[in-house]
Nanobody
Framework: VKLVESGGGLVQSGGSLKLSCAASGMTGEIRLMGWYRQTPGAQRESVALIDDEDTTNYADAVKGRFAIVRDNTRNTVHLQMNNLKPEDTAVYYC???????????WGQGTQVTVSS
């Protein structure tokens, strides 16, 4: 599975950004898509995930500010990020997983920088 991300960039604290991820290849195996993020020296952490029944899971740090939606017909997933904070600054990676949670692939990563 190939994942191509778009969006990201620099925004002031309190601003908004939208990330998008398009999947191609063996998309029939995908059951869950979502976003992780990583800062230098830290482990990659889950931000928001959505399965093929639109069940979502959010990290506590982003609940109420981020929203993930999925377009199954186009194998795309979007992450709307509102009220961004400097601590949201990270490289964001799109991920696709099988039903049992096996990773099918990662996107190339997109930088999100929130200035204070």
């Amino acid at each position: 599975v190939k994942l191509v991300e778009s969006g990201g960039g620099l925004v002031q604290s309190g601003g908004s950004l939208k990330l998008s991820c398009a999947a191609s290849g063996m998309t029939g195996e995908i059951r869950l898509m979502g976003w992780y993020r990583q800062t230098p020296g830290a482990q990659r952490e889950s931000v928001a995930l959505i399965d093929d029944e639109d069940t979502t899971n959010y990290a506590d740090a982003v609940k109420g500010r981020f929203a993930i939606v999925r377009d199954n017909t186009r194998n795309t997933v979007h992450l709307q990020m509102n009220n961004l904070k400097p601590e949201d600054t990270a490289v964001y990676y799109c991920v696709a997983k099988t039903y049992i949670g096996t990773n099918l692939g990662w996107g190339q990563g997109t930088q999100v920088t929130v200035s204070s």
